[in-house]
């Protein structure tokens, strides 16, 4: 860049402290921060608790050093159109300056305490500016279709949610006692209804076989007819021989080793056993290890599709996409979103729905199908 500009000494006039050290995270916007102001500017901040919000302006210390390429998918998501660094909110760019909008909970002295903050743990802040409604709101703000739309699809995904919580309440789901329970489970249920499952477990539990030791041990056979009820139990018991097989031989039967690898590593172990594919081990990951991954099974696939919010592709990864883009990061909501598509496919969205009854029939443009 060409140095024509006059100079712009810039001065940190304090840092933010949180509990943030990695993107993204679980409800950014509840995140609650502490801004700590030098001492030397505490009386700047006299009058600032008349504010419900502040702007937040800070530098992006994290961002990367190399030079900012010039256009870039917006999010990263490559679904996005490549449109000009500007037109994002990279924090990658030649000056990483950050600004948010947060909710001023508290002033203590020299301490702004915060909701919202999207900044790191010492992050240092450049500036702060009271928010103040109709100078910093604009009513007739206009934004591109790609971002209408990517807004449109998280805003019905949500809509779709809190009505599904509405209706049903929470699925406590994953109902099991421990994480190889849960791993057991998650193998028995491929193309099994779950009271089937539930019942093998049964079987499971009152023969002592619920852990990796004993089903190595188990003659195949035997731990065959424990799990019959479940359907294809030849099969599957040699998939539970597999997993037990697995978990010994690499992991020392240490299960709370495995599970605290992180989601890439966590899904490439998994994938690489007998039997498990990726539904059984997303399944694992969000609630075994209570990682933020969206389960894709068929119920998912046949509700989005019916809402008319099927991604282009139907292959799925693009429908994990397609959720997890739009949705908050946060492995609750995913555990429970994904629990309540389940309930909503058993209940009314079945092969045959029974619009009619669904709560989600005023938002739904295939309700003429009941
Ligand atoms: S209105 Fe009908 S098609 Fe749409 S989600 Fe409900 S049950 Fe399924």
Same mark, same amino acid.
């Given at each position: 860049?060409? #140095? ?8 940190? +006039?304090?840092?933010?402290?949180? %509990? ?14 502490? !801004? ?18 502040? +702007? ?71 500036? !702060?500016?009271?928010? +103040? ?17 990517? @807004?449109? !699809?998280?805003? =019905? ?9 509405? *209706? ?27 009271? #089937? ?56 039967? #240490? ?12 899904? %490439? ?26 389960? !894709? ?6 509700? +989005? ?7 282009? %592709? ?42 009619? =009854?669904? @709560?989600? #029939?005023?938002? *739904? ?6």
């Amino acid at each position: 860049m060409v #140095n024509k500009y006059p100079s712009m000494p810039l001065r940190p +006039i304090g840092i933010v402290r949180n %509990e943030i050290t990695q993107s993204p995270q679980p409800d950014e916007g509840k995140v609650i921060s502490e !801004i700590i102001i030098d001492n030397s500017l505490t009386e700047a901040l006299d009058g600032l608790e008349g504010f419900s919000h502040i +702007i937040v302006l800070y530098w992006m210390h994290q961002a990367p050093l190399v030079k900012p390429p010039t256009k870039v998918h917006p999010m990263g998501k490559r679904e996005f159109p490549l449109v000009g660094l500007f037109v994002t909110r990279s924090p990658h760019r030649p000056n990483p300056v950050g600004v948010t909008t947060v909710r001023l909970l508290q002033r203590r002295g020299n301490i702004l305490r915060v909701e919202g903050l999207d900044a790191f743990d010492g992050t240092p802040v450049i500036d !702060i500016k009271p928010y +103040i409604r109709g100078y910093d709101s604009v009513t007739d703000a206009k934004v591109p279709q790609w971002l209408t739309k990517a @807004c449109g !699809i998280s805003q =019905k995904l949500q809509d779709i949610y809190h009505r599904l919580m509405d *209706c049903y309440g929470q699925q406590h789901w994953w109902p099991a006692e421990g994480p190889f329970e849960m791993m057991v489970g998650a193998v028995l249920t491929q193309g099994a209804a779950w009271r #089937n499952v539930e019942k093998a477990i049964a079987n499971l539990k009152a023969a002592g076989a619920l852990s990796p030791k004993v089903v190595r041990r188990l003659p195949l056979s035997e731990l065959a007819t424990l799990i019959r009820p479940s359907g294809y139990y030849n099969a599957k018991a040699l998939k539970l021989k597999s997993l037990a097989q697995w978990l010994g031989e690499f992991w020392d039967d #240490n299960l709370d080793r495995l599970l605290a690898s992180d989601i890439d590593c966590l899904r %490439e172990q998994l994938l690489s056993v007998h039997g498990i594919g990726q539904e059984t081990a997303d399944s694992i990951i969000l609630y075994a290890a209570g990682k933020p991954v969206f389960v !894709i099974d068929a119920y998912t696939r046949r509700i +989005i599709g019916r809402l008319g919010l099927a991604p282009e %592709e139907s292959s799925y990864a693009a429908y994990q996409t397609l959720l997890m883009h739009s949705l908050p990061t946060d492995s609750s909501l995913f555990q429970e979103y994904h629990a309540l598509l389940v309930r909503l496919a058993k209940d009314v969205c079945r092969r045959r729905p029974l619009c009619h =009854k669904c @709560c989600l #029939n005023s938002i *739904c443009p295939s309700p003429s199908m009941s």
